[in-house]
């Protein structure tokens, strides 16, 4: 039986390698880190994904899938993650371990196989829908070390109220949380309505200095931003 | 000789922005001079798909100007002072001027605004070898000077099949001050073009709107804040 064992792993070994050689003509490792660059801003749990030119998490000036919605409204990642994997790429999920939060860093390792881009979300808190995106970035063949900014979107699913009230589900108006617990309460809200519903750049947060009405339930002070909001540094070994 | 299309069409929008009179002016002029046979820059006829995303929230672009120059050209520099051409078109809309500079060859425009969150596409043909140098220049019609494009991108060592990508900052023509009522877009229907400059006189980065969120009397709302990058540029070489 130890033998058969032993040669069951020996197989496996050899059919590895043997997968290994048949992608090592575009095969690529890569050492991934991600910096949130933002004031004040975390990001939820981040997912990376390497797939083929077929597939993506968003695309700008499109439609947000139900998949991309879920993640920039909630921060749930599992649908967006499920996607890619179904279509044959692969994927790192929540590096962090949790919130990434402002100037955190944190850092990934991905065997691309076969797949030539690279995509990554995370949603923004506190905001209505805005999150951090890289879509379909062309992973270079050459080894190296890359850096790329990322900015800022908005997924158009959710009129940006800017009323910190829990609302995470999608399709549910508000922002689900302040993480560090500098938000206010009983804003009025900034709007209750959004023109453009496709994925576009976020035009920022609003905010104001009354932690307890105004406008906004979001900090001025705190939690506004310009992009880009995160450096992606990218080494191909 | 300089070949235009302009859709009729287009400037129908940009009177009622710009406050000009209907039609106006309004032709489709392809000049058909024998000139160019004798030109001796021309080489067989390149086409190219350029296509802009607006990806602003709530800033219409007024019809997008893609204009093809020599290799020497700037329709604007950041630091320096605005030509005429693009404070009319960063103040109203109007892109004609941009047409009608003595450097541009051939020059195209939008059909009409390009709304938030979606994109247009031109086809373009270059058939003179020293003028493949293609700028794309609009205005954000939501603000008092604000425009956004890029200018000087070299065409001629893309190859068949090929595209180019580029993200456009949002710009401040400097050339009038940003008031955020005298602005022509549907947020205020107020006044667009006026040859007064009363702004520091120079092309710089914006640094963005206010809104009525934070200045008092202005006439814009948060949705019209906007972020850099404002629109997205796609071009891929036909034939």
């Known amino acids: 039986m130890k033998k058969t064992a032993q ?15 048949a992608f090592s003509a575009q095969a690529a490792e890569l050492d991934i880190k991600l910096y949130n660059l933002t004031h004040g801003i975390t990001f939820t749990p981040v997912v990376v994904a390497a797939h083929d030119s077929q597939t993506m998490l968003f695309k700008v000036g499109d439609t947000a899938s139900a998949a991309l919605q879920k993640m920039a409204e909630g921060g749930a990642i599992d649908d967006l993650s499920s ?30 196989q076969d797949n030539m881009y690279l995509s990554l979300t995370a949603m923004l808190l506190p905001t209505n829908d805005g999150f951090v995106g890289l879509d379909s970035w062309k992973i270079p063949s050459e080894a190296g070390t890359y850096t790329v900014w990322l900015n800022a979107y908005d997924a158009g699913t959710e009129a940006n109220d800017e009323i910190i009230n829990g609302g995470g589900a999608s399709g549910t108006p508000g922002i689900p949380v302040a993480p560090n617990s500098d938000g206010g309460t009983g804003a009025s809200g900034v709007r209750s309505t959004e023109s453009n519903n496709m994925v576009h750049i976020h035009p920022g947060n609003i905010g104001d200095t009354d932690a307890t009405g105004g406008i906004s339930d979001v900090d001025s002070r705190v939690h506004r931003w310009l992009n880009p909001v995160a450096k992606l540094v990218v080494t191909v070994k | 000789m300089k070949t235009q299309f302009k859709p009729a069409h287009s400037l129908v929008w940009l009177s009622l922005i710009a406050g000009m009179s209907v039609l106006s002016g309004c032709s489709i002029d392809i000049n058909g001079d024998d000139d160019d046979d004798k030109d001796k820059d021309m080489h067989e006829s390149y086409h ?26 700037k329709l604007w520099m950041a630091g320096e002072m605005a030509s005429s051409a693009i404070e009319v078109m960063a103040e109203g809309g109007d892109n004609s001027k941009i047409a009608e500079l003595s450097a ?17 596409s031109w086809m373009i043909e270059s058939m003179y070898e020293n003028y493949m140098y293609l700028s794309v220049a609009t205005m954000l019609v939501n603000t008092n000077d604000a425009f956004t494009g890029k200018t000087g991108i070299d065409l001629s060592n893309l190859e068949v099949g090929m595209s180019m990508h580029y993200t456009t900052m949002a710009y401040d023509a400097g050339t009038e001050a940003n008031d955020e009522i005298n602005l022509p877009g549907p947020a205020a229907g107020g006044e667009g073009y006026n040859n007064t400059r009363n702004d520091v006189d120079r092309v710089h980065i914006h640094p963005g709107v206010l809104s009525n969120a934070e200045l008092t009397g202005s006439m814009l709302s948060p949705e019209h804040k906007f972020d850099n990058p404002v629109t997205k540029i796609t071009i891929t070489r036909m034939q």
């Open chain 1, 83 to 112: 996607q890619v994997t179904t279509a044959g790429g692969v994927v790192v999920e929540n590096p962090a371990q949790g919130m990434l939060g402002a100037g955190a860093m944190t850092m990934a390792m991905l065997d691309t």
């Open chain 1, 7 to 21: 040669s069951l792993a020996k197989n496996a070994v050899m059919a590895a390698a043997l997968a290994a050689t």
């Open chain 2, 104 to 120: 541009v060859k051939m020059a195209y425009s939008g059909d009409g605004i390009l709304m938030p969150g979606h994109s247009q």
């Open chain 2, 48 to 73: 190219y798909q350029v296509t802009v995303t607006n990806l602003t929230q709530a800033q219409p672009l007024s019809p997008v100007s893609l204009t093809l120059h020599n290799a020497s050209t």
